[in-house]
């Protein structure tokens, strides 16, 4: 099975680029089968990662950003894919 996490983030004011740089540089251990990297208005920041396991399984996250980096606590979610009708 498939699942998808999802980790969000927004920057601190005028830290954005910061913000996406400290994203990018975190390596998961192991990697996941994808990852793709967004960013938005606001300073916003996405990173999902999807993996082969069971959306209850215990995989690497992305940790939370140092103090001052970032607004508020960052937001993640599980996703599981859904076949289209």
């Known amino acids: ?5 999802m980790w969000e983030a927004r920057a601190a004011h005028g830290r954005g680029e910061e913000l996406l740089a400290w994203a990018r540089a975190q390596r998961l251990v192991p990697g996941p089968l994808r ?7 606001q300073d916003r920041v996405l990173v999902i990662t999807w993996w082969d396991a069971a959306p209850d399984a215990t995989l690497p996250e992305l940790p939370e950003p140092a103090d001052g980096l970032v607004t508020r606590a960052v937001h993640r979610w599980r996703f599981e894919p859904v076949d289209d009708e």
Do not use: G, N
């Open 1 to 5: 099975m498939t699942v998808a996490l």
């Open 35 to 41: 990852r793709e990297t967004f960013r938005a208005p």
